[in-house]
């Protein structure tokens, strides 16, 4: 199943506020919704009632969502383990070996710089 529509519609089912959700995931409501929309598609059953005023979850979309939250934490472990092991080969600084001359600076050397 695709996670980007499990992500939205765990979001959705936490907060139960579309815009929240979207804040939540970094992307516009609308966005949310659509993703939820495609989930039920996918599915075959609403996961929301859509006849009340307030965003609710319907009876599907409360047993579902324990077995969404599972698949994406399954995935994040998995995704945790596949990861690299931080470290490596260390880089040489590549700067200069002396501080750049500062404009306007007279030289240690020199009682009076040229022009």
């Known amino acids: 199943m695709d996670h980007k529509l499990l ?3 765990v979001a959705a089912a936490e ?3 579309y815009a929240k959700a979207g804040k939540l995931l970094d992307v516009p409501r609308s966005t949310v919704v659509t993703d939820v ?3 039920e598609g996918i ?3 609403e996961l929301f009632r859509r006849d009340v005023e ?3 979850l319907s009876d599907a979309g409360a047993a579902f969502l324990p077995d969404a939250q ?4 399954a995935s994040a472990a998995a995704a945790a383990r ?3 092991a931080p470290g490596g080969k260390a880089k040489a600084s590549k700067g200069k070996g002396r501080a750049p001359k500062v404009k306007g600076e007279p030289l240690p050397y020199k009682k009076r710089q040229g022009r």
Request: proline share 5%; glycine share 4%.
């Open 15 to 17: 907060t139960l506020h």
């Open 37 to 39: 929309r495609k989930l």
């Open 54 to 56: 307030s965003t609710q």
């Open 82 to 84: 596949s990861a690299p």
């Open 7 to 9: 992500r939205s519609f």
């Open 70 to 73: 599972r698949q994406l934490a």
């Open 43 to 45: 599915l075959g059953y």
